[in-house]
């Protein structure tokens, strides 16, 4: 019996289904592969302003045992822990203050989305000149770079709680704090921590922001110090140490979006 | 959409002013920001030294900036570096995003770097984009392209990867090629996605701008923001820094127009 020749159509869509997982493997390592590769024969023909793959991991492993990262990293990460938990804790209750409060949200929601606007990094100079270039400036600034997505979240979350589940407590004749309780808390968590996630990330974008701008510190002054003197190897290693971190933290926020929201798909559709 | 519980509705309602048009939620934020105005002046004129900006100094150092000719070549170099890499990265962030939305494949294997530059902040590359680049205003424009291509990147491609499988079935029907579906059914459902892309990436882009300005020593806005702040004449720092919110603000607004009349179905 003469079987219909198949299309190679068909038959790529086919193999392509199939071999789904392998396709995919395959993709990530060439793709890695082609990176390094590349890298390697561009520095070792470019030298000074590129310098090799190989090269700049060995700057990084040598950075880690015993220059200056760690310890630059242990400063960055004082300002990134107090930034986060600042943006956290203010985060959520002025965006409740804000969704509750209908005469706070008159007085102050336009000037926070002016706020929100405005480049941070411009307000640097003027931050300085009244805070001075200590910590509390520093965290200042990282603050107003990261803290808009957990509060403007938990605003809307809480401005989206339907009339209905407040009525009904209201009938059962909750109290204040059963009404938080049983009914705010759980409705606005999802919105608060998907702004949480999104601030993760922020934080260090602010956290670097403010060492750069503010009497460079931290990871951004190891980072400065290769670029004064045009070394290429130094730059390439603290800026992949950066993105190494950078990745990670993300991953944390959406692990813990995806820990505490469970019940998302229900409550928001 | 607001929705208050009555019990905090209440009270707001009885302390209501009388006369209509005065309502205590016109009249908060009018005192709200007075009041932090008058703070900050009186707050600077007691505490701190004269060269600190305050409103009524900013107020007064605004005929001066504008009619200069430096503050106008600062803003259309600026704002024109900024408007270029928006053009440019958004071009190139659509071209790779539909790619990597319609490939699985080529999804695979960008997103290893696509997604570790958009984890990555943007500031981390300054330094060695300056150093590959030079201090110069190109290294701007190319940390300007890189902050909009990823985020429309990987708009569009999350975009044009979730559409709707009925209208690719129609498509098919109609005998659509490869290249109609990628940009006559793909690329319009994900329309939405790519302007907060774009929107997203000007945001980052004029934050970078500014920053590669200022490590850089290139000219331009964000320069003049540092450079007039240590000059000790703050009040001109802060006009600077005044214009560049209202650019940021008009550019959400406009982002906001935007999306709305390309794609007017798409409410969010």
Known sequence: MAARKESFESRLARFRTVNAWWIRFGCYVLSLLLLFGAWQAFGN?????????????????????????????????????????INIIAGVAIGLALARIKLFSAAFERYIYIIYATPTISLVPFVSVIFGFEFGSRVLVAV?????????????????????????????????????????????????????????????????????????????AVLLQGTTVVDSGWVLAVTIFIAAISVVLVGIGELVERYLVRWRHTAVG | MATYSSRIEAPAARWALSTRWLTRERAAPVFAGLGFLAVWEFYVRAFLPDFVATPLGIIQAIPTTVASAEFWSDVSITLRAIVEGVVIGSAAGVLVGVAMGRVREINWFLSPYIRTLYALPLVALVPIVILW???????????????????????????????????????????????????????????PFIVTGIELGFARGITNAIAVEVLASVTGM???????????????????????????????????????????????
């Open chain 2, 222 to 268: 964000g320069m003049s923001v540092f450079t007039k702040s240590n000059e000790l004449n703050e009040n001109a720092s802060l006009v600077y820094v005044l214009c560049l919110a209202v650019f940021a603000v008009t550019v959400r607004s406009l982002m906001v127009r935007f999306r709305q009349w390309l794609a007017p179905w798409y409410h969010r």
């Open chain 1, 45 to 85: 023909s470019f030298g000074v302003l590129f310098v090799p793959f190989t090269t700049t991991m060995g700057r990084l492993w040598d950075m880690l045992q015993n220059g200056p990262l760690l310890p630059g990293l242990l400063v960055s990460a004082k300002l990134y822990g107090v930034t986060l938990a």
């Open chain 1, 144 to 220: 107003l770079i990261s803290i808009f997505p957990v509060l403007l979240g938990t605003m809307e979350g809480a401005r989206s709680i339907p009339r209905q589940h407040l009525d009904v407590a209201a009938i059962f004749g909750s109290t204040e704090a059963q009404l938080w309780r049983d009914v705010i808390v759980p409705y606005v968590t999802p919105f608060a921590m998907s702004g949480i996630k999104q601030s993760i990330a922020l934080s260090m974008v602010g956290t670097l922001v403010a060492e750069f701008f503010l009497n460079p510190d931290g990871v951004a």
């Open chain 2, 133 to 191: 680049v030079g201090y110069q205003p190109a290294a701007r424009l190319v940390i300007v392209v890189i902050s909009v291509f990823l985020p429309v990147a990987v708009t569009t491609a999350d975009g044009t990867r979730a559409i709707n499988k009925d209208y690719l079935d129609v498509g098919k029907m109609f005998g659509a090629r490869t290249r109609d579906v990628w940009f006559g059914i793909a690329l319009p459902a994900a329309l």
